[in-house]
């Protein structure tokens, strides 16, 4: 009977040494799992990486340069204000066929282009003694391009002073100073500053005669200042603020550089 008894006790080990197999067994399920996720993450990163290889620069390379027409800044100023202006508004922000100056066909530098559309440019600088204001407004899309502009003026503008209307790395309280203590001819810069010394006070349009858009060139990314929505939304914004009415009472002229 002891040795029965002694029998039966060794029995018990090996019932445990064969649960415990069987519980790290059913641990290592879990490990297998999560395997998984990583490679949804690397799927969808994927994913992200494909849809944002189209750009704006790749549509408009595929595109041969046109030069912009009257009909293409109408064609923006009802697009951006057809639904949200009444009929009658609409009509009077129309820019009349006798506004617009004849539109640079790709060939012409921009002096040369200036000549050719202002004639008279030395007589008209003689009499203008208002300050305060221009007589002539030139906006470009970035402060870079204003210079560039500045620089290939030069058989254009003669002994005429120039002013710098953009942000960077001018302070929009010297640029009021400026205007209100001389006599400027020609103003070149972007629209957001422009509009802000109007607002301001700074800059009055009653001697405006010119305004040029720099509409056919491209930055680096092949973009014109009408494909940049900051700049296409301030220049609409500037136009509203009395030049449009300008242009339909006859007193400016519009052109497309």
Not at 48 to 70: C, E, F, N, Q, W
Not at 72 to 93: A, C, M, P, Y
Not at 160 to 170: E, M, P, R, S
Request: hydrophobic residues 35%; proline residues 5%; aromatic residues 4%.
């Amino acid at each position: 009977m002891e040795k029965s008894a002694n029998t039966s006790k060794p029995a018990q080990p090996d019932s445990d040494s064969e649960s415990k197999p069987a519980a790290s067994k059913k641990r290592k399920q879990p490990a297998e799992c999560f395997l998984t996720r990583p490679v949804e993450k690397e799927e969808s990163t994927a994913k992200v990486k494909r849809r944002r290889k189209k750009k704006i620069s790749d549509i408009l390379a595929k595109s041969s340069p046109k030069p912009g027409v009257p009909e293409d800044l109408q064609k923006l100023l009802n697009q951006h204000f057809g639904t949200k202006r009444s009929v009658i508004e609409l009509e009077e922000l129309k820019l009349p066929d006798s506004c617009f100056l004849p539109a640079n066909d790709l060939t012409h530098s921009f002096s040369s282009y200036l000549k050719e559309i202002c004639p008279k440019w030395a007589k008209l600088r003689k009499n203008h003694k208002e300050k305060k204001s221009v007589l002539m407004l030139i906006i470009c899309s970035s402060a870079l391009r204003c210079l560039e502009l500045i620089k290939s003026m030069t058989a254009f503008k003669g002994d005429c002073k120039v002013i710098k209307l953009f942000a960077k790395h001018i302070k929009i309280k010297e640029q009021m100073h400026m205007l209100e203590n001389g006599v400027i001819h020609l103003g070149v810069g972007t629209p957001g500053r422009i509009k802000v010394l109007v607002k301001q006070d700074g800059l009055s349009l009653s001697s405006l005669k010119y305004l040029i858009l720099d509409w056919n060139w491209r930055d680096q990314k092949l973009r014109r200042m009408i494909d940049i929505p900051e700049i296409r939304k301030e220049t609409i914004d500037l136009l509203e603020m009395g030049i449009i009415k300008l242009c339909r009472e006859d007193s400016v002229k519009l052109g497309l550089f």
